[in-house]
């Protein structure tokens, strides 16, 4: 395998557009779905990057994901929306429902604004950041499809659940908190099992619900929460605020975006809290900066550098940004060849 | 020891309001802090029961605390507020604020309230219950004195800062979820160093940062967070909901209730989501049921019975309302001189 080829956004960004309108989905909503792909891609979330399109597509294609949903609010309630997405992107859904929630929030102060019907939306923390320009504090959370038991059982049915909060600062780097309920990704798991290492403790559970430390029990098995009892109840909280609230779904029936079999059901839930309804934004975010500066002034543990939530993150997209963005050539190749069956740009 | 001896819930609630009342609490407010007491000693969070009463007194004679403080809305936008407890009971602003929280949520779908300026308000599931009866979700969280070092330090910061979230049902048990940030709580590991026990690694960090098993090392450390660098997230996020937004205080700066050097510099967020905004409340809680359900029919680890989040407190809350409330000797003993004290009832 050779060095990855840096490639710069605007190539990318071209590269998904092209192919999200080849595949049905109109200009604007390709903007926004490249976007958050793009976001990934510079924080070096890469799971939520560029290779989702393949399966993104393929869900069209399989007529399980509908590309021009007409997505309509089906519920208004002074600060509260509930969006239908109509089995639309789960990305153009959050844009347009974290929308709703910063104008909502300008007006009462918060605005929360839950979606169902939709699909899998990539980066939660594209969503709780779009409230930072506009002085707000951004919470977003998703449910997803069963990974971890609940407490006590031995049966995968709540989802890793993240929740993300975005707060904005004044001169400070945002803290951005973008977190699963399980202990570490399902991924990291797949890839020590790819790779036959074994995996620590408290990541996995076999079948019959004991600690593992064989990655492809714990495949088989479930996702350890964070905290045991904590984790998991947390995981069902954000699964009713996500799935019940939005009469979408009951506990379980969320479908992982790489299952055919139909429609995902995800449930979202989309808040803003304007800062400006409770105090001065400019104090708060000068406070929120001095507590950055109070952390970062503590001993740290073995004199390591001391990060706040989102900013490596940050850095990482800066650096990118400049230097472009790294793809395997394997990732590249695959991603060339649904060009052509689009007749789409190639990269 | 002899054993604990079974006091009925309004001989408790009777001796808890006189008290209360000669240490110059209005009677409402006595009734209103009598019954988070009682909540709490029901729901066996002894922690946060009558045991409290001989702390928060001595706050009100060391001038620290206001029991007749004029708490004042000084901001409402919408469908947010914000209350200025002026250094009153925690309880009193608790109960106020959740109040205030619902009513909006009844207009607007979810209503917010912030809190500043507060004290300890106890047990932090009896302010999220108070939606229950109007069919709406309650989350409430508090943040508190440092306890937690930020992930990468070696100096507690971050309080465990309790977040709960009840959750209406049709025909079971409400789901109520009632939990710290960190692993376990301080006083589990106070308890195994009175005992000269070892604990488990996992539980606290010495003073340099390092896990250990030996609870007074873990004392002068600090807790560890769920998730490691995720609870350490999630006790800042909340942190910065109760303290900054609310104009209150810098991460850091809140007292423990038992540190008689000024006022505790508190603060809450209380907040009330109105189902009826998103859908049928009766489907909704018809739908809870199911899910509850659902996770009870799952294969359970060991055979054990599955619990539900607040399940367990709950029936022990419908055993002690018949049988009594268990209090040791001792406790009889302090609170009976400090009911000596005041004037007030004996036990």
Same mark, same amino acid.
């Given at each position: 395998? &050779?060095?990855?080829?840096?490639?710069?956004?605007?190539?990318?960004?071209?590269?998904?557009?092209?192919?999200?309108?080849?595949? &049905?989905?109109?200009?604007?909503?390709?903007?926004?779905?490249?976007?958050?792909?793009?976001?990934?891609?510079?924080?070096?979330?890469?799971?939520?990057?560029?290779?989702?399109?393949?399966?993104?597509?393929?869900?069209?294609?399989?007529?399980?994901? =509908? *590309?021009?949903?007409?997505?309509?609010?089906?519920?208004?309630? %002074?600060?509260?929306?509930?969006?239908?997405? =109509?089995?639309?992107?789960?990305?153009?859904?959050?844009?347009?429902?974290?929308?709703?929630?910063?104008?909502?929030?300008?007006?009462? %102060?918060?605005?929360?604004?839950?979606?169902?019907?939709? =699909?899998?939306?990539?980066?939660?923390?594209? $969503?709780?950041?779009?409230?930072?320009?506009?002085?707000?504090?951004?919470?977003?959370?998703?449910?997803?499809?069963?990974?971890?038991?609940?407490?006590? /059982?031995?049966?995968?049915?709540?989802?890793?659940?993240?929740?993300?909060?975005?707060? *904005?600062?004044?001169?400070?780097?945002?803290?951005?908190?973008?977190?699963?309920?399980? /202990?570490?990704?399902?991924?990291?798991?797949? $890839?020590?099992?790819?790779?036959?290492? @074994?995996?620590?403790?408290?990541?996995?559970?076999?079948?019959?619900?004991? *600690?593992?430390?064989?990655?492809?029990?714990?495949?088989?098995?479930?996702?350890?929460?964070?905290?045991?009892?904590?984790?998991?109840?947390?995981?069902?909280?954000?699964?009713?605020?996500?799935?019940?609230?939005?009469?979408?779904?009951?506990?379980?029936?969320? @479908?992982?975006?790489?299952?055919?079999? %139909?429609?995902?059901?995800?449930?979202?839930?989309?808040?803003?809290?304007?800062?400006?309804?409770?105090?001065?934004?400019?104090?708060?975010? #000068?406070?929120?900066?001095?507590?950055? =500066?109070?952390?970062?002034?503590? *001993?740290?543990?073995?004199?390591?550098?001391?990060?706040?939530?989102?900013?490596?993150? $940050? $850095?990482?997209?800066?650096?990118?940004? @400049? #230097?472009?963005?790294?793809?395997?050539?394997?990732?590249?190749?695959?991603?060339?060849?649904?060009?052509?069956?689009?007749?789409?740009?190639?990269?």
């Amino acid at each position: 395998m &050779g060095d990855p080829i840096l490639y710069d956004i605007d190539t990318l960004n071209e590269y998904c557009i092209s192919l999200l309108t080849k595949a &049905g989905v109109k200009t604007e909503h390709a903007e926004i779905i490249a976007e958050t792909l793009l976001c990934a891609e510079l924080r070096d979330i890469k799971s939520h990057g560029i290779i989702r399109l393949p399966t993104y597509l393929q869900r069209i294609e399989a007529g399980i994901l =509908n *590309p021009i949903a007409d997505m309509r609010f089906e519920k208004e309630y %002074g600060a509260t929306a509930l969006l239908d997405a =109509n089995n639309g992107f789960g990305q153009i859904a959050g844009h347009k429902a974290m929308t709703a929630a910063i104008e909502i929030a300008s007006l009462y %102060g918060i605005g929360v604004v839950g979606v169902k019907n939709s =699909n899998h939306f990539g980066i939660a923390s594209y $969503y709780s950041m779009l409230a930072l320009e506009k002085d707000m504090i951004g919470i977003v959370m998703t449910h997803a499809s069963p990974a971890i038991a609940p407490f006590g /059982t031995k049966t995968p049915l709540l989802g890793t659940n993240p929740l993300t909060a975005a707060v *904005p600062t004044s001169k400070e780097i945002p803290i951005v908190l973008d977190m699963s309920m399980s /202990t570490v990704a399902r991924g990291k798991i797949r $890839y020590s099992a790819m790779k036959n290492e @074994k995996i620590p403790f408290g990541w996995g559970l076999d079948s019959e619900g004991n *600690p593992t430390d064989d990655p492809q029990k714990a495949l088989d098995g479930s996702l350890v929460p964070i905290g045991g009892v904590k984790g998991s109840g947390l995981a069902l909280i954000i699964d009713i605020l996500c799935g019940v609230l939005t009469n979408n779904s009951i506990t379980g029936e969320v @479908k992982n975006v790489t299952d055919m079999s %139909g429609p995902s059901k995800t449930g979202h839930l989309f808040a803003a809290l304007n800062i400006s309804a409770f105090m001065d934004s400019q104090l708060f975010k #000068d406070n929120i900066d001095k507590i950055i =500066n109070k952390i970062k002034a503590l *001993p740290s543990i073995n004199n390591n550098q001391i990060y706040m939530a989102g900013e490596i993150e $940050y $850095y990482l997209a800066e650096k990118k940004k @400049k #230097d472009g963005i790294p793809l395997e050539e394997e990732v590249i190749n695959s991603l060339n060849i649904l060009a052509d069956r689009y007749s789409a740009s190639r990269l």
